[in-house]
């Protein structure tokens, strides 16, 4: 079953993985490979058979889980990235209510799927470049904007932006799967300690 609280976590892990990795390379000009290879791939997993295989395994957004647990933890919660995912909440909702513009992002998203299967890997700067385009020719015409923070230095480089921007269009298919799990903005605020106790499932089933 799709709606479920399993299922919401995951997502927010998905979101909350995305968004941690905009920050750091809007910080650091870098960002673990492994883990924004995940993120972008589950853009191109539209017919997933499950929410885990959106990500290829729940492996693969363990960072993800750890920057939630942070996140809703309260002690060690990044206001910036919590920004970041709250921006993306809202401008999922503003895109959903806009056929137009959901059929614009699903097809870019078939197009630029087939390039990927060309290409040695899904973090290749041509597929970048696309979905980089692709959300500055949709989502970034929304409003609110996402506003990135971070060293000028490395937010000034072509290929820092354009990853960036692709991390956030991943952040968005992360919502929206969120809100197809069930997923609101009420529940979060009032499931909080069950997300987090879910999460910790999901990083140490073995200790559960």
Same mark, same amino acid.
């Given at each position: *079953?799709?709606?479920?609280?399993?299922?919401?976590?995951?997502?927010?892990?998905?979101?909350?993985?995305?968004?941690?990795?905009?920050?750091?390379?809007?910080? $650091?000009?870098?960002?673990? #490979?492994?883990?924004?290879?995940?993120?972008?791939?589950? +853009?191109?997993?539209?017919?997933?058979?499950?929410v885990p295989d959106v990500y290829? =395994?729940?492996?693969? !957004?363990?960072?993800?889980?750890?920057?939630?647990?942070?996140?809703? =933890?309260?002690?060690? *919660?990044?206001? #910036?990235?919590?920004?970041?995912?709250?921006?993306?909440?809202? +401008? #999922?909702?503003?895109? *959903?209510?806009?056929?137009?513009?959901?059929?614009?992002?699903?097809?870019?998203?078939?197009?630029?799927?087939?390039?990927?299967?060309?290409?040695?890997?899904?973090?290749?700067?041509t597929v970048i470049g696309e +979905?980089?385009?692709?959300?500055?020719?949709?989502?970034?015409t929304l409003m609110p904007k996402?506003?990135?923070?971070?060293?000028?230095?490395?937010?000034?480089?072509?290929?820092?932006?354009?990853?960036?921007?692709?991390?956030?269009?991943?952040?968005?298919?992360?919502? !929206?799967?969120?809100?197809?799990?069930? =997923?609101?903005?009420?529940?979060?605020? /009032?499931?909080?300690?069950?997300? !987090?106790?879910?999460?910790? /499932?999901?990083? $140490?089933?073995?200790?559960?």
């Open positions: *079953m799709l709606k479920s609280l399993p299922n919401q976590t995951l997502a927010l892990a998905g979101l909350a993985q995305a968004v941690y990795l905009v920050q750091q390379i809007a910080r $650091n000009g870098r960002a673990d #490979e492994g883990a924004m290879e995940a993120s972008i791939h589950s +853009l191109f997993k539209i017919d997933a058979v499950d290829g =395994g729940v492996a693969n !957004v363990h960072l993800g889980l750890r920057q939630l647990l942070k996140q809703l =933890g309260g002690a060690e *919660m990044d206001p #910036e990235v919590t920004g970041y995912a709250a921006t993306l909440m809202v +401008l #999922e909702r503003k895109l *959903m209510s806009d056929g137009k513009m959901v059929d614009a992002v699903h097809h870019g998203v078939e197009r630029i799927a087939l390039l990927a299967d060309t290409c040695p890997s899904v973090l290749d700067s +979905l980089a385009t692709l959300y500055q020719q949709t989502i970034s996402v506003r990135v923070g971070g060293e000028q230095k490395y937010l000034c480089q072509t290929h820092n932006a354009e990853r960036i921007r692709a991390l956030l269009l991943a952040g968005l298919r992360s919502t !929206v799967l969120w809100r197809q799990a069930g =997923g609101t903005r009420w529940a979060l605020l /009032f499931q909080r300690r069950r997300i !987090v106790g879910v999460a910790q /499932f999901l990083l $140490n089933p073995a200790q559960a």
